[in-house]
Protein backbone atom coordinates (compact mmCIF):
# COMPACT_ATOMS: atom_id res chain seq x y z
CA UNK A 1 0.00 0.00 0.00
CA UNK A 2 1.32 3.77 -1.10
CA UNK A 3 1.85 5.67 2.41
CA UNK A 4 -0.69 8.13 1.59
CA UNK A 5 -3.20 5.09 1.07
CA UNK A 6 -1.70 4.28 4.57
CA UNK A 7 -2.55 7.63 5.93
CA UNK A 8 -6.27 7.53 5.02
CA UNK A 9 -6.48 3.87 6.83
CA UNK A 10 -4.76 5.46 9.61
CA UNK A 11 -6.81 8.36 10.22
CA UNK A 12 -9.92 6.17 9.51
CA UNK A 13 -9.20 4.46 12.88
CA UNK A 14 -8.83 8.44 14.92
CA UNK A 15 -4.83 7.72 14.56
CA UNK A 16 -3.61 11.13 14.50
CA UNK A 17 -0.97 11.67 11.12
CA UNK A 18 0.94 14.84 9.86
CA UNK A 19 -1.03 17.41 7.42
CA UNK A 20 -0.21 15.84 4.16
CA UNK A 21 -0.60 16.47 0.21
CA UNK A 22 -0.30 14.21 -2.57
CA UNK A 23 1.26 14.97 -5.82
CA UNK A 24 1.47 13.54 -9.35
CA UNK A 25 4.64 12.72 -10.68
CA UNK A 26 4.97 15.48 -13.24
CA UNK A 27 2.67 18.23 -10.63
CA UNK A 28 4.19 21.36 -9.36
CA UNK A 29 3.78 21.17 -5.81
CA UNK A 30 2.00 23.64 -3.40
CA UNK A 31 2.07 23.43 -0.12
CA UNK A 32 1.58 25.67 2.93
CA UNK A 33 2.91 23.83 6.26
CA UNK A 34 6.59 24.87 7.22
CA UNK A 35 9.06 23.30 7.76
CA UNK A 36 7.61 20.33 5.84
CA UNK A 37 8.98 16.78 4.23
CA UNK A 38 9.01 15.52 0.89
CA UNK A 39 8.72 12.08 0.49
CA UNK A 40 8.25 9.79 -2.84
CA UNK A 41 4.99 7.37 -2.56
CA UNK A 42 5.79 4.54 -4.34
CA UNK A 43 5.21 0.55 -4.51
CA UNK A 44 8.62 0.44 -5.82
CA UNK A 45 9.93 1.83 -3.17
CA UNK A 46 10.09 0.04 0.43
CA UNK A 47 12.97 1.98 2.43
CA UNK A 48 12.44 5.07 1.78
CA UNK A 49 15.94 6.75 3.30
CA UNK A 50 17.86 3.52 2.00
CA UNK A 51 17.53 5.10 -1.32
CA UNK A 52 17.13 8.93 -1.12
CA UNK A 53 13.67 8.86 -0.88
CA UNK A 54 12.92 11.33 1.71
CA UNK A 55 14.30 14.92 2.40
CA UNK A 56 13.55 16.88 5.55
CA UNK A 57 13.71 20.26 6.65
CA UNK A 58 12.05 21.91 3.48
CA UNK A 59 11.21 26.13 4.12
CA UNK A 60 9.71 26.77 1.07
CA UNK A 61 7.98 25.66 -2.21
CA UNK A 62 10.85 26.68 -3.97
CA UNK A 63 13.10 23.99 -1.78
CA UNK A 64 10.27 21.61 -2.22
CA UNK A 65 10.84 21.75 -6.22
CA UNK A 66 14.39 21.31 -5.19
CA UNK A 67 14.32 18.20 -3.44
CA UNK A 68 12.18 17.10 -6.15
CA UNK A 69 14.63 16.83 -8.64
CA UNK A 70 17.04 15.84 -5.75
CA UNK A 71 14.67 12.59 -4.95
CA UNK A 72 14.67 11.41 -8.58
CA UNK A 73 18.44 12.17 -9.28
CA UNK A 74 18.97 9.26 -5.61
CA UNK A 75 16.14 6.65 -6.91
CA UNK A 76 17.89 6.83 -10.61
CA UNK A 77 21.20 6.37 -9.87
CA UNK A 78 19.96 3.38 -7.07
CA UNK A 79 18.45 1.66 -10.52
CA UNK A 80 14.90 3.16 -9.45
CA UNK A 81 12.80 4.72 -12.39
CA UNK A 82 9.24 6.06 -11.58
CA UNK A 83 6.24 6.62 -14.04
CA UNK A 84 3.20 8.25 -14.36
CA UNK A 85 1.64 5.73 -11.79
CA UNK A 86 3.95 7.23 -8.74
CA UNK A 87 3.30 9.80 -6.47
CA UNK A 88 5.05 12.18 -4.16
CA UNK A 89 3.97 13.27 -0.41
CA UNK A 90 4.82 16.80 0.69
CA UNK A 91 4.02 16.48 4.70
CA UNK A 92 4.80 19.08 7.31
CA UNK A 93 7.58 18.06 9.90
CA UNK A 94 6.19 17.00 12.89
CA UNK A 95 8.79 17.61 16.22
CA UNK A 96 7.91 15.30 19.60
CA UNK A 97 10.09 12.76 21.17
CA UNK A 98 10.36 9.84 18.75
CA UNK A 99 8.35 6.84 19.91
CA UNK A 100 8.16 3.04 18.09
CA UNK A 101 4.99 0.86 17.29
CA UNK A 102 4.66 -1.99 15.34
CA UNK A 103 3.01 -5.49 15.23
CA UNK A 104 3.17 -8.74 13.66
CA UNK A 105 0.76 -11.63 12.96
CA UNK A 106 2.49 -14.65 15.28
CA UNK A 107 1.95 -17.75 14.70
CA UNK A 108 1.31 -18.62 18.51
CA UNK A 109 -0.37 -15.46 19.67
CA UNK A 110 -1.37 -14.53 16.19
CA UNK A 111 -1.81 -10.10 16.45
CA UNK A 112 1.04 -8.65 19.03
CA UNK A 113 1.80 -5.14 19.16
CA UNK A 114 5.43 -3.94 19.75
CA UNK A 115 5.65 -0.10 21.68
CA UNK A 116 8.46 1.84 23.00
CA UNK A 117 11.42 3.63 22.25
CA UNK A 118 11.83 5.13 18.01
CA UNK A 119 14.36 6.55 16.06
CA UNK A 120 17.43 5.20 13.99
CA UNK A 121 18.44 3.11 16.41
CA UNK A 122 16.02 1.02 17.81
CA UNK A 123 17.45 -2.11 16.27
CA UNK A 124 19.80 -1.82 18.85
CA UNK A 125 18.38 -0.27 22.05
CA UNK A 126 15.37 -2.66 21.42
CA UNK A 127 13.64 -0.67 24.03
CA UNK A 128 10.03 -2.13 23.52
CA UNK A 129 7.55 -3.84 25.28
CA UNK A 130 5.19 -6.71 23.88
CA UNK A 131 1.34 -5.87 23.55
CA UNK A 132 -1.29 -8.49 22.97
CA UNK A 133 -4.36 -7.20 20.72
CA UNK A 134 -6.52 -7.75 23.44
CA UNK A 135 -4.89 -6.41 26.32
CA UNK A 136 -6.76 -3.91 28.18
CA UNK A 137 -5.96 -0.36 29.56
CA UNK A 138 -4.18 -1.69 32.70
CA UNK A 139 -2.04 -4.34 30.77
CA UNK A 140 -1.00 -1.88 28.15
CA UNK A 141 0.29 0.47 31.15
CA UNK A 142 1.67 -2.29 32.99
CA UNK A 143 3.78 -3.43 30.20
CA UNK A 144 4.51 -0.22 28.90
CA UNK A 145 6.64 0.42 32.26
CA UNK A 146 8.57 -2.23 31.78
CA UNK A 147 10.93 0.31 29.13
CA UNK A 148 13.18 2.83 30.07
CA UNK A 149 11.49 5.41 27.87
CA UNK A 150 8.12 4.69 30.24
CA UNK A 151 10.42 6.62 32.91
CA UNK A 152 9.81 9.74 31.14
CA UNK A 153 6.35 9.78 32.61
CA UNK A 154 4.23 11.53 33.72
CA UNK A 155 7.14 14.08 33.66
CA UNK A 156 10.71 14.81 32.84
CA UNK A 157 12.75 17.25 32.46
CA UNK A 158 9.50 20.24 33.02
CA UNK A 159 8.00 18.55 30.06
CA UNK A 160 4.46 16.69 31.13
CA UNK A 161 4.17 13.23 29.18
CA UNK A 162 0.37 11.68 29.44
CA UNK A 163 0.18 8.07 29.94
CA UNK A 164 -3.15 8.33 28.82
CA UNK A 165 -2.19 9.40 24.97
CA UNK A 166 -0.07 6.03 25.42
CA UNK A 167 -3.24 3.95 26.22
CA UNK A 168 -5.34 5.70 23.53
CA UNK A 169 -2.59 4.90 20.11
CA UNK A 170 -2.31 1.56 21.29
CA UNK A 171 -6.02 0.75 21.44
CA UNK A 172 -6.65 2.49 18.02
CA UNK A 173 -3.59 0.33 16.54
CA UNK A 174 -5.26 -3.03 18.88
CA UNK A 175 -8.46 -2.26 16.69
CA UNK A 176 -6.86 -1.77 13.12
CA UNK A 177 -4.71 -4.55 13.57
CA UNK A 178 -7.46 -7.07 14.38
CA UNK A 179 -10.13 -5.70 11.60
CA UNK A 180 -7.78 -5.30 8.74
CA UNK A 181 -6.23 -7.93 6.95
CA UNK A 182 -2.46 -6.94 7.71
CA UNK A 183 0.05 -9.30 9.02
CA UNK A 184 2.66 -6.90 9.82
CA UNK A 185 3.05 -3.18 10.14
CA UNK A 186 5.82 -0.58 11.24
CA UNK A 187 5.83 2.91 12.07
CA UNK A 188 8.89 4.58 13.14
CA UNK A 189 8.63 7.67 14.40
CA UNK A 190 5.58 7.87 16.43
CA UNK A 191 5.73 11.11 17.53
CA UNK A 192 4.31 11.96 21.21
CA UNK A 193 3.34 16.03 21.00
CA UNK A 194 1.31 18.05 23.45
CA UNK A 195 -2.34 16.94 21.34
CA UNK A 196 -1.23 13.27 21.40
CA UNK A 197 0.48 10.52 18.98
CA UNK A 198 1.66 11.59 15.31
CA UNK A 199 2.30 8.60 12.85
CA UNK A 200 4.90 9.94 10.73
CA UNK A 201 6.24 7.00 8.70
CA UNK A 202 4.34 3.72 8.22
CA UNK A 203 4.89 0.55 6.43
CA UNK A 204 2.28 -2.24 6.05
CA UNK A 205 2.16 -5.99 5.15
CA UNK A 206 -1.22 -7.64 4.30
CA UNK A 207 -1.79 -10.82 3.88
CA UNK A 208 -4.09 -13.89 5.57
CA UNK A 209 -4.28 -14.88 8.96
CA UNK A 210 -4.15 -18.09 10.21
CA UNK A 211 -6.24 -18.20 13.68
CA UNK A 212 -6.60 -20.87 15.97
CA UNK A 213 -9.88 -23.11 16.55
CA UNK A 214 -10.76 -22.59 19.72
CA UNK A 215 -13.85 -24.84 21.21
CA UNK A 216 -16.26 -24.85 24.09
CA UNK A 217 -15.32 -28.16 26.63
CA UNK A 218 -18.42 -29.84 27.57
CA UNK A 219 -16.83 -32.52 30.27
CA UNK A 220 -14.17 -31.05 32.95
CA UNK A 221 -11.09 -33.17 32.66
CA UNK A 222 -11.09 -33.99 36.49
CA UNK A 223 -14.20 -35.69 36.64
CA UNK A 224 -13.36 -38.76 36.90
CA UNK A 225 -15.57 -41.01 38.42
CA UNK A 226 -14.96 -44.53 36.74
CA UNK A 227 -11.90 -44.94 35.24
CA UNK A 228 -10.12 -47.66 32.78
CA UNK A 229 -6.41 -47.95 32.51
CA UNK A 230 -5.78 -49.48 28.96
CA UNK A 231 -2.27 -51.29 29.08
CA UNK A 232 -2.44 -52.00 32.70
CA UNK A 233 -0.05 -54.77 33.38
CA UNK A 234 1.70 -56.86 35.86
CA UNK A 235 5.29 -56.61 34.37
CA UNK A 236 6.98 -54.09 37.06
CA UNK A 237 9.22 -52.62 34.17
CA UNK A 238 6.00 -51.14 31.99
CA UNK A 239 4.66 -47.98 32.85
CA UNK A 240 1.41 -49.70 32.88
CA UNK A 241 2.41 -51.38 36.03
CA UNK A 242 3.20 -48.26 38.03
CA UNK A 243 -0.54 -46.15 36.39
CA UNK A 244 -2.48 -49.43 37.71
CA UNK A 245 -0.34 -49.79 41.34
CA UNK A 246 -0.57 -45.73 41.62
CA UNK A 247 -4.53 -45.59 40.65
CA UNK A 248 -5.15 -48.46 43.26
CA UNK A 249 -6.07 -46.42 46.05
CA UNK A 250 -8.35 -44.13 44.52
CA UNK A 251 -11.55 -42.90 45.79
CA UNK A 252 -12.76 -43.56 42.06
CA UNK A 253 -13.65 -47.04 40.41
CA UNK A 254 -10.55 -48.47 38.60
CA UNK A 255 -11.17 -51.06 35.45
CA UNK A 256 -7.57 -52.70 33.86
CA UNK A 257 -8.34 -53.79 30.08
CA UNK A 258 -5.25 -55.90 28.84
CA UNK A 259 -6.12 -58.61 26.43
CA UNK A 260 -3.78 -61.39 27.82
CA UNK A 261 -4.20 -61.08 31.91
CA UNK A 262 -7.20 -62.45 33.69
CA UNK A 263 -6.39 -60.66 37.13
CA UNK A 264 -4.29 -57.69 38.42
CA UNK A 265 -3.71 -56.71 41.96
CA UNK A 266 -6.90 -58.68 42.70
CA UNK A 267 -9.61 -57.15 40.58
CA UNK A 268 -10.59 -58.43 37.20
CA UNK A 269 -8.98 -57.28 33.96
CA UNK A 270 -11.12 -56.60 30.96
CA UNK A 271 -9.73 -57.61 27.42
CA UNK A 272 -11.73 -55.25 25.11
CA UNK A 273 -13.05 -51.80 25.58
CA UNK A 274 -16.84 -53.33 24.36
CA UNK A 275 -16.22 -55.73 27.77
CA UNK A 276 -15.67 -52.70 30.15
CA UNK A 277 -19.25 -51.01 31.66
CA UNK A 278 -19.61 -47.24 31.60
CA UNK A 279 -16.65 -44.85 32.09
CA UNK A 280 -16.06 -40.96 31.91
CA UNK A 281 -12.19 -41.32 31.74
CA UNK A 282 -9.63 -43.64 29.89
CA UNK A 283 -5.35 -43.63 30.59
CA UNK A 284 -4.33 -45.13 27.33
CA UNK A 285 -0.71 -46.86 27.70
CA UNK A 286 -0.12 -49.30 24.61
CA UNK A 287 2.10 -48.75 22.00
CA UNK A 288 1.76 -45.67 19.73
CA UNK A 289 0.21 -47.85 16.61
CA UNK A 290 -2.66 -49.17 18.16
CA UNK A 291 -3.72 -45.38 20.12
CA UNK A 292 -5.78 -43.95 17.25
CA UNK A 293 -7.76 -46.87 16.57
CA UNK A 294 -8.52 -47.16 20.75
CA UNK A 295 -9.54 -43.42 20.98
CA UNK A 296 -11.74 -43.36 18.31
CA UNK A 297 -13.41 -46.74 19.76
CA UNK A 298 -13.68 -44.60 22.93
CA UNK A 299 -15.44 -41.76 21.34
CA UNK A 300 -17.75 -43.98 19.87
CA UNK A 301 -18.70 -45.39 23.04
CA UNK A 302 -19.45 -41.90 24.73
CA UNK A 303 -15.83 -41.22 26.87
CA UNK A 304 -14.29 -37.63 27.14
CA UNK A 305 -11.55 -37.85 29.08
CA UNK A 306 -8.83 -39.48 27.52
CA UNK A 307 -5.06 -39.30 28.44
CA UNK A 308 -3.06 -40.47 26.39
CA UNK A 309 0.39 -41.13 28.08
CA UNK A 310 2.12 -43.13 24.82
CA UNK A 311 5.03 -41.80 23.63
CA UNK A 312 5.78 -42.19 19.19
CA UNK A 313 3.52 -39.16 18.04
CA UNK A 314 4.77 -35.75 17.02
CA UNK A 315 8.48 -35.58 19.49
CA UNK A 316 9.68 -38.33 16.90
CA UNK A 317 8.26 -37.31 13.75
CA UNK A 318 5.14 -38.80 13.81
CA UNK A 319 3.01 -35.74 13.08
CA UNK A 320 0.03 -36.87 11.35
CA UNK A 321 -0.70 -39.25 13.79
CA UNK A 322 -0.56 -36.26 16.35
CA UNK A 323 -3.12 -34.15 14.13
CA UNK A 324 -5.08 -37.32 13.40
CA UNK A 325 -5.87 -37.24 17.29
CA UNK A 326 -6.53 -33.13 17.27
CA UNK A 327 -9.00 -34.03 14.71
CA UNK A 328 -10.66 -37.25 16.90
CA UNK A 329 -10.86 -34.90 20.13
CA UNK A 330 -13.00 -32.16 17.81
CA UNK A 331 -15.13 -34.87 16.34
CA UNK A 332 -16.17 -36.50 19.06
CA UNK A 333 -16.19 -33.56 21.42
CA UNK A 334 -13.37 -35.27 23.81
CA UNK A 335 -10.83 -34.14 26.51
CA UNK A 336 -7.21 -35.24 25.19
CA UNK A 337 -4.30 -34.84 27.15
CA UNK A 338 -0.84 -35.74 25.94
CA UNK A 339 0.08 -37.99 24.38
CA UNK A 340 3.84 -38.28 25.53
CA UNK A 341 2.64 -37.41 29.26
CA UNK A 342 2.66 -38.55 32.66
CA UNK A 343 -0.45 -38.21 33.65
CA UNK A 344 -3.02 -36.87 35.96
CA UNK A 345 -3.49 -36.13 39.55
CA UNK A 346 -6.65 -35.09 41.47
CA UNK A 347 -6.63 -34.51 45.24
CA UNK A 348 -10.52 -34.40 45.79
CA UNK A 349 -10.73 -37.96 44.39
CA UNK A 350 -6.88 -39.27 46.10
CA UNK A 351 -6.77 -40.18 42.24
CA UNK A 352 -3.01 -40.58 40.94
CA UNK A 353 -3.11 -41.74 37.24
CA UNK A 354 0.53 -40.96 36.86
CA UNK A 355 3.59 -43.47 36.49
CA UNK A 356 5.50 -40.80 38.99
CA UNK A 357 7.49 -42.89 41.36
CA UNK A 358 6.50 -41.15 44.43
CA UNK A 359 3.61 -40.74 46.79
CA UNK A 360 1.99 -37.39 45.41
CA UNK A 361 0.99 -35.28 49.10
CA UNK A 362 -2.44 -33.75 49.08
CA UNK A 363 -1.86 -29.43 48.71
CA UNK A 364 -3.25 -26.57 47.41
CA UNK A 365 -0.79 -26.21 44.14
CA UNK A 366 -2.38 -27.00 40.52
CA UNK A 367 1.13 -28.17 38.54
CA UNK A 368 0.57 -28.07 35.23
CA UNK A 369 3.92 -29.43 33.26
CA UNK A 370 5.20 -29.66 29.65
CA UNK A 371 7.96 -31.80 30.33
CA UNK A 372 7.24 -35.13 31.98
CA UNK A 373 10.40 -35.71 33.43
CA UNK A 374 10.52 -32.32 34.81
CA UNK A 375 7.34 -32.45 36.53
CA UNK A 376 8.65 -36.05 37.91
CA UNK A 377 11.58 -33.98 39.80
CA UNK A 378 9.22 -31.67 40.74
CA UNK A 379 7.01 -34.28 42.90
CA UNK A 380 10.00 -35.83 43.92
CA UNK A 381 11.34 -32.54 45.43
CA UNK A 382 8.50 -31.62 46.71
CA UNK A 383 7.75 -34.43 48.58
CA UNK A 384 10.91 -34.23 50.79
CA UNK A 385 9.49 -31.06 51.97
CA UNK A 386 5.78 -32.06 52.54
CA UNK A 387 4.54 -29.78 49.66
CA UNK A 388 1.32 -30.99 48.42
CA UNK A 389 -0.07 -30.73 45.29
CA UNK A 390 -4.21 -29.76 44.40
CA UNK A 391 -3.99 -31.06 41.26
CA UNK A 392 -1.07 -32.62 38.31
CA UNK A 393 -1.56 -31.79 34.51
CA UNK A 394 1.21 -33.42 32.27
CA UNK A 395 0.43 -31.57 29.34
CA UNK A 396 3.07 -33.75 26.70
CA UNK A 397 2.43 -32.88 23.51
CA UNK A 398 -0.98 -31.30 23.71
CA UNK A 399 -2.31 -32.65 20.72
CA UNK A 400 -5.62 -31.26 22.16
CA UNK A 401 -5.89 -30.12 26.21
CA UNK A 402 -3.56 -27.04 26.59
CA UNK A 403 -2.16 -24.40 28.90
CA UNK A 404 -5.08 -22.31 28.60
CA UNK A 405 -7.75 -25.35 28.93
CA UNK A 406 -5.77 -25.99 31.99
CA UNK A 407 -5.90 -23.19 33.35
CA UNK A 408 -9.43 -22.58 32.58
CA UNK A 409 -10.38 -26.21 34.20
CA UNK A 410 -9.01 -25.36 37.53
CA UNK A 411 -10.99 -22.33 38.61
CA UNK A 412 -13.83 -24.02 40.02
CA UNK A 413 -11.69 -26.22 42.09
CA UNK A 414 -11.86 -24.65 45.36
CA UNK A 415 -8.47 -27.38 46.72
CA UNK A 416 -6.24 -25.09 43.92
CA UNK A 417 -4.88 -21.86 45.35
CA UNK A 418 -2.51 -21.22 42.93
CA UNK A 419 -1.79 -22.55 39.44
CA UNK A 420 1.80 -23.39 38.71
CA UNK A 421 2.91 -23.77 34.76
CA UNK A 422 6.58 -25.09 33.48
CA UNK A 423 6.04 -24.05 29.49
CA UNK A 424 9.02 -25.41 26.54
CA UNK A 425 6.40 -24.19 24.27
CA UNK A 426 2.48 -22.75 23.29
CA UNK A 427 0.00 -23.33 20.96
CA UNK A 428 -2.58 -21.54 21.41
CA UNK A 429 -1.33 -18.57 23.31
CA UNK A 430 -3.96 -15.93 22.79
CA UNK A 431 -6.35 -18.69 24.05
CA UNK A 432 -3.81 -19.28 26.95
CA UNK A 433 -3.23 -15.38 27.54
CA UNK A 434 -7.51 -14.63 28.06
CA UNK A 435 -7.64 -17.76 30.66
CA UNK A 436 -4.44 -15.83 32.32
CA UNK A 437 -6.22 -12.63 32.13
CA UNK A 438 -9.83 -14.27 33.63
CA UNK A 439 -7.99 -16.43 36.10
CA UNK A 440 -9.23 -15.86 39.68
CA UNK A 441 -6.31 -17.87 41.07
CA UNK A 442 -2.42 -16.40 41.05
CA UNK A 443 -0.84 -18.08 37.43
CA UNK A 444 3.13 -19.03 38.02
CA UNK A 445 5.09 -19.34 35.22
CA UNK A 446 8.17 -20.86 34.19
CA UNK A 447 9.29 -20.82 30.77
CA UNK A 448 12.26 -23.16 29.56
CA UNK A 449 14.02 -22.23 26.05
CA UNK A 450 15.62 -19.07 26.60
CA UNK A 451 18.16 -19.70 23.95
CA UNK A 452 18.45 -20.93 20.70
CA UNK A 453 19.86 -24.31 21.53
CA UNK A 454 17.08 -24.87 24.20
CA UNK A 455 14.56 -24.14 21.77
CA UNK A 456 15.89 -26.94 19.41
CA UNK A 457 16.32 -29.16 22.39
CA UNK A 458 12.48 -28.13 23.44
CA UNK A 459 11.59 -28.86 19.70
CA UNK A 460 12.48 -32.13 19.72
CA UNK A 461 11.19 -33.27 23.18
CA UNK A 462 7.65 -31.81 22.97
CA UNK A 463 7.14 -31.21 19.15
CA UNK A 464 6.08 -27.55 19.73
CA UNK A 465 7.67 -24.60 18.64
CA UNK A 466 9.05 -22.35 21.38
CA UNK A 467 8.66 -18.98 20.21
CA UNK A 468 10.08 -15.84 21.52
CA UNK A 469 11.18 -16.15 24.96
CA UNK A 470 10.88 -12.01 25.38
CA UNK A 471 7.44 -12.32 23.68
CA UNK A 472 5.80 -14.77 26.13
CA UNK A 473 7.57 -13.45 29.21
CA UNK A 474 6.08 -10.06 28.32
CA UNK A 475 2.65 -10.96 26.98
CA UNK A 476 2.20 -13.19 29.93
CA UNK A 477 3.47 -10.16 32.44
CA UNK A 478 0.90 -8.07 31.33
CA UNK A 479 -1.70 -10.00 31.43
CA UNK A 480 -1.36 -10.93 34.56
CA UNK A 481 0.88 -14.19 35.76
CA UNK A 482 3.75 -14.17 37.66
CA UNK A 483 7.23 -15.25 35.73
CA UNK A 484 9.86 -17.33 38.13
CA UNK A 485 13.16 -17.52 36.83
CA UNK A 486 13.99 -20.65 39.01
CA UNK A 487 12.34 -23.86 38.26
CA UNK A 488 12.02 -25.06 42.02
CA UNK A 489 10.24 -21.47 42.69
CA UNK A 490 7.08 -23.30 41.10
CA UNK A 491 6.87 -25.66 44.27
CA UNK A 492 8.34 -22.98 46.71
CA UNK A 493 6.91 -19.36 45.87
CA UNK A 494 3.29 -20.29 46.64
CA UNK A 495 3.72 -20.85 49.87
CA UNK A 496 5.42 -17.33 50.62
CA UNK A 497 3.41 -15.71 47.74
CA UNK A 498 1.17 -13.63 50.61
CA UNK A 499 3.68 -11.87 52.37
CA UNK A 500 5.34 -8.96 51.64
CA UNK A 501 7.38 -7.81 54.30
CA UNK A 502 9.89 -9.59 55.33
CA UNK A 503 12.49 -9.78 59.00
CA UNK A 504 15.77 -11.14 59.12
CA UNK A 505 17.22 -12.40 62.51
CA UNK A 506 20.73 -13.27 61.85
CA UNK A 507 24.38 -13.97 63.89
CA UNK A 508 26.61 -12.36 61.29
CA UNK A 509 25.95 -9.07 59.43
CA UNK A 510 27.54 -9.95 56.22
CA UNK A 511 24.96 -12.78 55.48
CA UNK A 512 22.49 -10.71 56.91
CA UNK A 513 23.10 -7.86 54.35
CA UNK A 514 23.70 -10.10 51.28
CA UNK A 515 20.23 -11.72 52.62
CA UNK A 516 18.62 -8.21 52.34
CA UNK A 517 19.79 -7.46 48.89
CA UNK A 518 18.30 -10.95 47.65
CA UNK A 519 14.98 -10.32 49.33
CA UNK A 520 14.83 -6.65 48.10
CA UNK A 521 15.81 -7.32 44.20
CA UNK A 522 12.75 -9.52 44.50
CA UNK A 523 10.43 -7.55 45.33
CA UNK A 524 10.08 -7.71 49.06
CA UNK A 525 10.25 -5.44 51.59
CA UNK A 526 12.26 -4.98 55.02
CA UNK A 527 10.47 -4.99 58.03
CA UNK A 528 10.66 -1.50 60.35
CA UNK A 529 11.23 -2.22 63.73
CA UNK A 530 8.89 -0.02 65.83
CA UNK A 531 10.33 2.03 69.12
CA UNK A 532 9.12 -0.03 71.34
CA UNK A 533 10.55 -3.46 70.08
CA UNK A 534 13.63 -2.12 70.04
CA UNK A 535 13.41 -0.74 73.46
CA UNK A 536 12.77 -4.75 74.41
CA UNK A 537 15.53 -5.63 72.39
CA UNK A 538 18.01 -3.91 73.99
CA UNK A 539 17.24 -5.39 77.55
CA UNK A 540 18.04 -8.90 75.70
CA UNK A 541 20.41 -8.39 73.10
CA UNK A 542 23.98 -7.14 73.91
CA UNK A 543 24.54 -3.63 73.09
CA UNK A 544 26.10 -4.44 69.95
CA UNK A 545 23.22 -5.91 68.04
CA UNK A 546 22.31 -3.86 64.80
CA UNK A 547 19.64 -1.76 66.14
CA UNK A 548 17.78 -2.46 62.30
CA UNK A 549 16.73 -4.92 59.91
CA UNK A 550 18.75 -7.74 59.57
CA UNK A 551 18.17 -8.17 63.83
CA UNK A 552 22.28 -8.69 64.00
CA UNK A 553 21.85 -10.47 67.44
CA UNK A 554 25.83 -11.20 67.18
CA UNK A 555 28.24 -13.50 66.42
CA UNK A 556 28.18 -15.95 69.96
CA UNK A 557 23.98 -16.05 70.11
CA UNK A 558 22.88 -19.20 71.15
CA UNK A 559 19.31 -20.79 70.59
CA UNK A 560 18.18 -18.27 73.89
CA UNK A 561 19.06 -14.98 72.31
CA UNK A 562 17.26 -16.44 69.06
CA UNK A 563 14.69 -17.39 70.75
CA UNK A 564 14.06 -13.93 73.07
CA UNK A 565 14.57 -12.05 69.84
CA UNK A 566 12.00 -14.27 67.98
CA UNK A 567 9.11 -14.09 71.22
CA UNK A 568 9.68 -10.28 70.23
CA UNK A 569 9.19 -9.62 67.20
CA UNK A 570 7.02 -13.12 65.64
CA UNK A 571 4.36 -11.66 63.66
CA UNK A 572 1.96 -14.20 61.73
CA UNK A 573 1.91 -11.20 59.01
CA UNK A 574 5.93 -11.36 58.31
CA UNK A 575 8.15 -13.90 56.50
CA UNK A 576 10.80 -14.52 58.94
CA UNK A 577 14.11 -15.73 57.97
CA UNK A 578 16.20 -17.63 61.08
CA UNK A 579 19.77 -17.00 59.49
CA UNK A 580 22.53 -18.62 61.30
CA UNK A 581 26.38 -18.94 60.69
CA UNK A 582 28.53 -21.75 62.49
CA UNK A 583 30.14 -19.85 65.15
CA UNK A 584 31.80 -22.07 68.10
CA UNK A 585 29.23 -21.37 70.55
CA UNK A 586 26.39 -21.77 68.38
CA UNK A 587 24.07 -24.40 69.07
CA UNK A 588 22.10 -25.46 65.75
CA UNK A 589 20.37 -28.30 66.95
CA UNK A 590 18.15 -25.95 69.95
CA UNK A 591 17.92 -23.38 66.98
CA UNK A 592 16.11 -25.90 64.88
CA UNK A 593 13.74 -26.24 66.85
CA UNK A 594 12.76 -22.84 67.33
CA UNK A 595 11.74 -23.06 63.95
CA UNK A 596 7.74 -24.46 64.20
CA UNK A 597 5.76 -22.06 62.41
CA UNK A 598 4.97 -22.09 58.15
CA UNK A 599 6.23 -18.25 58.14
CA UNK A 600 9.97 -19.07 59.71
CA UNK A 601 12.53 -19.73 56.52
CA UNK A 602 15.31 -21.59 58.24
CA UNK A 603 18.86 -20.26 56.81
CA UNK A 604 21.70 -22.16 58.27
CA UNK A 605 25.05 -20.84 56.14
CA UNK A 606 27.18 -23.89 55.98
CA UNK A 607 27.69 -27.66 55.87
CA UNK A 608 29.71 -29.58 57.85
CA UNK A 609 28.63 -28.13 60.90
CA UNK A 610 24.81 -28.55 60.28
CA UNK A 611 24.44 -32.15 59.08
CA UNK A 612 22.95 -32.97 61.78
CA UNK A 613 20.28 -29.86 61.30
CA UNK A 614 19.62 -30.56 57.49
CA UNK A 615 18.18 -34.26 58.65
CA UNK A 616 16.63 -32.75 61.21
CA UNK A 617 14.95 -30.56 58.88
CA UNK A 618 14.38 -33.49 56.28
CA UNK A 619 13.05 -35.73 58.48
CA UNK A 620 10.27 -33.10 59.60
CA UNK A 621 9.71 -32.00 56.16
CA UNK A 622 10.74 -28.85 56.42
CA UNK A 623 12.11 -26.04 54.31
CA UNK A 624 15.24 -24.99 54.81
CA UNK A 625 18.23 -23.53 52.83
CA UNK A 626 21.85 -23.87 53.37
CA UNK A 627 23.22 -21.27 51.04
CA UNK A 628 21.77 -17.46 50.33
CA UNK A 629 21.21 -17.15 46.82
CA UNK A 630 18.55 -19.75 46.36
CA UNK A 631 16.62 -18.33 49.08
CA UNK A 632 15.46 -16.21 45.55
CA UNK A 633 13.25 -19.17 45.08
CA UNK A 634 10.47 -18.77 47.42
CA UNK A 635 10.57 -15.46 46.54
Known amino acids: MRESELYQLLERYGIK ?34 V ?34 DKFIVEEEV ?8 GLFDPIFEEVLLFGKGGVLIEIEKDICYIDSEATAQEIVKSFKTTKISKIFPQFRGKE ?11 KFQKLFTSEPIVEFDVNPLIYTDEGFVAVDVRMRQGQKRRFEDRERSEDIFHNEKVAIFGATDNPKKVGYALAKNALSSKTTIYFVNPRLKELFGQKVYHDIEELPAIDTAVIAIPAKYVLGTVERLGQKGVKNIIVISAGFKESGNKEAEEELGR ?27 FAANTILPGSIALVSQSGAVLAALIDKAASYSIGFSHILSMGNMADFDFGDAVNALQDKPQCK ?31 GKTEAAKKAAFSHTGNISGSYEMLVGLCHSAGATIKKDIDELIFAPAFEEYNEVLIITNAGGPGTILTDILVQNGKKMYQLTQEEMERLNQVLPPTWSKNNPVDIIGDATSERYKAALDILYKPRLLIFILVTPQFMTDG ?31 RHILYFNDLENVANIL
Do not use: W
Request: some cysteine; overall charge negative.
Open 328 to 354: LAKQYDLNILGPNCLGLYNSQKELNLT
Open 589 to 619: MNIAKLIDRPNLVPVFFGNESFKEVFDYFQQ
Open 161 to 171: YKIEYVVDVVQ
Open 418 to 448: SINVYAEGLRHGKKFLRHIRQSKKPVFIYKA
Open 17 to 50: VPKYKVFDIDQEFFFDHFPCVLKIDSPKVVHKSD
Open 95 to 102: HGEEFYIG
Open 52 to 85: GGVRVGIYSNEELQEAKHEILDNLQKHGIFLDLE
